[in-house]
């Protein structure tokens, strides 16, 4: 027992004689930093999408990309409204481009797009709702990131779980709701 004493203590004694109490102190502030900045790191949805069972596939008109039936189907990826959409379609999951399904909750918080309706040639101001409660869908994934902004503004970026606001954080899919005509 005597050995082991003397090990620490001479080890002890050695890492005392090479630092100071403000190189220590230095360190111990960067741990603490550090840790305290991980919250602030982006969420990361892939891996629920990859342990989701694969679901329905798209329609084959609406899966060719830049077709005009692809751009009014509410059940493609290229629907005009899903410009800024990441995760599952709600359309795709018993719910509508604007309503959850049933069982499910829409978050809270949202982030927000500006999309062009080729239809009508207007610019629509789109928030993009996440619908919780439920375990992903796995439908219809759209992963879309026209106009995205930097993580520094988190209403305009896609790759966070908005659902962490709600009781249930479960992510289930998400839906586009118009909130106006963007002012030119």
């Known amino acids: 027992m005597r050995s082991i004493d003397h090990l620490f203590e001479n080890s002890s004694r050695a890492l005392a004689r090479h630092t100071s109490r403000r190189s220590l102190l230095a360190t111990l ?3 603490l930093t550090g840790a305290a900045l991980i919250p602030l ?3 990361d949805r892939s891996s629920r999408a990859a342990a989701a069972e694969p679901g329905g596939t798209l ?3 609406a899966s060719v990309k830049g077709t005009k039936a692809a751009a009014d ?3 493609s990826c290229e629907y005009w409204k899903y410009c800024a959409v990441d995760g599952f379609l709600c359309s795709c999951c018993g719910g509508s481009s604007n309503a959850c ?15 062009h309706n080729p239809t009508d040639d207007r610019d629509y101001i789109v928030s993009y709702n996440d619908c919780c409660g439920k375990a ?3 439908n219809c994934e ?5 106009r995205e902004k930097p993580m520094y503004r988190p209403s305009r970026n896609n790759d966070m779980n908005w659902c962490m606001a709600n009781a249930d954080s479960n992510y289930h899919c998400s839906v586009s709701v118009i909130l106006g005509v963007a002012e030119k």
């Open 136 to 138: 992903s869908c796995g």
């Open 73 to 75: 189907d509410p059940l």
């Open 29 to 31: 502030g960067r741990i």
């Open 41 to 43: 790191l982006p969420v």
């Open 142 to 146: 759209c992963n879309r990131n026209e």
């Open 101 to 115: 399904p049933p069982g499910t909750a829409p978050s809270p918080i949202t982030w927000i797009g500006t999309c």
């Open 59 to 61: 329609p084959e008109a």
